[in-house]
């Protein structure tokens, strides 16, 4: 049997139908750009709905936290080859400056430690180059084991 | 007093929450909604909405909806207590999760730890079915802005 790891395409697909299924995700239309073995770039469309300051049109800082824990999450589960599920232990976001407004925030999560037990995410969002950002952040993940019965999201099939 | 004070002092005054409430395009979209205790406190909730869910199978509450919660939550006690002209802006925000959040109410409560000049700290809960129950607690800093007199014009 093929596994996630050893199979970049299936993995690909395996982080993206898990991505897309997140209900939250879907009503920001929250989208990966492009995924690597251990990283995920995904994006946040610009929406009046998500609006933290009517004034200026700025992003809810909180809606940038929604995407940094989906698109940190979805790195860690990248990390682990797609064979196992993750829940968020704690997550720490600086605020550096407003997202501009009008303009979509994408989000580049790379996973530079997997443990035994926890992995570990940084994350950075930017408009235009992860040189300017909006945001940085650190993260950490349990690893809460394989994917149950019927938890399978269809694109991978890990080895036991 | 600018426009933002006038209306925390009119929602103060009316206990016209929903208004202080749905201000924020974002906190109305995922339902942040708030009401004082008889001790003067206020307690933060997010009524469940499935667009809210992170994960389908479980279900769970996202965490980043949670943490959104939580901040917004924040911001608005900021308000309340008067202590910023405008929105306070966000500087850093830490969570820890303990729990998965349920399809269910999600209630949260802050307290301003320590208030200076220009800078807050606040520490926020919160928790499902009993404040013993814990699902994450944060803590932030918020950059304040105050005019130095109350009857300038803005």
Redesign the interface.
């Known amino acids: 049997m093929s596994t996630a790891a050893t199979d970049p395409a299936a993995l690909g697909e395996h982080a993206r139908s898990f991505f897309e299924r997140i209900p939250h995700g879907q009503t920001l239309g929250l989208e990966i750009v492009s995924f690597a073995p251990r990283s995920l770039l995904a994006r946040l469309p610009y929406r009046p709905e998500i609006v933290g300051n009517p004034q200026t049109g700025h992003i809810h800082s909180g809606a940038l936290t929604v995407l940094i824990d989906q698109t940190s999450g979805t790195a860690a589960i990248l990390a682990l080859g797609g064979k196992e599920q993750v829940a968020t232990l704690d997550l720490r976001v600086d605020h550096l400056r407003p997202a501009q407004a009008g303009k979509p925030v994408y989000a580049q999560a790379d996973c530079y430690r997997v443990a035994r037990d926890v992995v570990f995410v940084r994350c950075i969002c930017y408009e235009d180059s992860p040189d300017d950002p909006v945001a940085t952040s650190m993260s950490t993940f349990m690893r809460t084991g394989g994917w149950q019965a019927g938890q399978s999201t269809g694109g991978v099939r890990g080895e036991a | 007093m600018n426009e933002l004070a006038e209306l925390v002092a009119r929602v103060r005054a009316e206990k016209d929450y929903e208004r202080l409430a749905e ?8 339902g942040v909604s708030f009401g004082e205790q008889p001790d003067g406190s206020l307690l933060f909730s997010l009524p469940y909405r ?8 479980l279900p769970a509450l ?4 949670i ?3 939580m ?2 939550s924040a911001t608005l006690q900021l308000l309340w207590n008067m202590e910023s002209t405008k ?1 306070p ?9 303990l729990r ?1 959040g349920r399809p269910e109410t999600l209630y949260a409560d802050c307290s301003v730890v320590r208030q200076g000049q220009r800078v807050a700290n606040v520490a926020v809960n919160a928790w499902q079915g009993s404040p013993e129950r814990v699902v994450a607690t944060a803590r932030m800093h918020f950059l304040l802005s105050r005019q130095a007199q109350p009857q300038s014009a803005d």
């Open positions: 201000l924020v395009p974002y906190a109305k979209l995922i499935p667009s809210n869910i992170g994960n389908a199978l996202h965490g980043g909806v943490a959104a919660f901040e917004h929105l802006k966000i500087i850093d925000f830490s969570i820890d999760y998965p």
